[in-house]
Every structure is written in C-alpha cells, then in structure tokens.
Nanobody
Framework: QVQLVESGGGLVQPGGSLRLSCAAS????????MAWYRQAPGKERELVAS???????NYADSVKGRFIISRDNAKKTVYLQMNSLKPEDTAVYYC??????????WGQGTQVTVSS
C-alpha cells in the first residue's frame, strides 16, 4: 500500500505561485498513475491534474495553462507547480493514484489559500 505525505501549501496573493510536493512510500509508486485533487470548503473533492507512469499529463479546464504536474520516480515524489493563482484555487490539496475513491487511503493534504 502506498502512503502519501503532501507539503508545500501556504498563503499566497492572487497571481502568485506555489509548488506542492507529494512524497510516497511503497514499491509500486513507479507504476501508478498519480494525481492531485483538491477540496474547497463546502465542495466535493475534485481532480486537478494527473500524470501517468509514462508522464503523460491531463488537467482540469480550470487550471489548464497555469498548473504543471510532474513526477520523479526515483524520489517517489509527485509535484504540482501552481502559477497565476486565483482565490478560487483555495482548497486543501491531496495527491493519490488516478481514480482514487473515498475508500482509498488519503494523506492529510496541504492547505492552499489565495488571498490578498
């Protein structure tokens, strides 16, 4: 089973940038498609970006052109570079496998707050 620890969140002004990291444990990380999700207050968790084990990427329309997902299999780490941040990007960000459900094990997430 993969264990996940997210970090890198914080308070940033609109238009700013943050880089999130997700450190994973477990031997199957390198063959898993991984994704970043986010959950804003009062809203359901949503998929933000994904990266396959072959590093093909996909993005939600709301972040396309602003966010970049990447992975380093040797370090068992997934990254999310977030640029041109908007207040509506405020949420707790989580990483997990592509297709993760409520029945998967989730990390504690990292809070991103975009506010002036």
């Amino acid at each position: 089973q993969v264990q996940l620890v997210e970090s890198g969140g914080g308070l940033v002004q609109p238009g700013g940038s943050l880089r999130l990291s997700c450190a994973a444990s477990g031997n199957i990380f390198s063959i898993l498609g991984m994704a970043w999700y986010r959950q804003a207050p009062g809203k359901e968790r949503e998929l933000v970006a994904s990266v396959s084990f072959g590093s093909s990427t996909n993005y939600a329309d709301s972040v396309k052109g602003r966010f970049i997902i990447s992975r380093d299999n040797a370090k068992k780490t997934v990254y999310l570079q977030m640029n041109s941040l908007k207040p509506e990007d405020t949420a707790v960000y989580y990483c997990n496998r592509i297709g993760a459900t409520q029945f998967d094990s989730w990390g504690q997430g990292t809070q991103v707050t975009v506010s002036s």
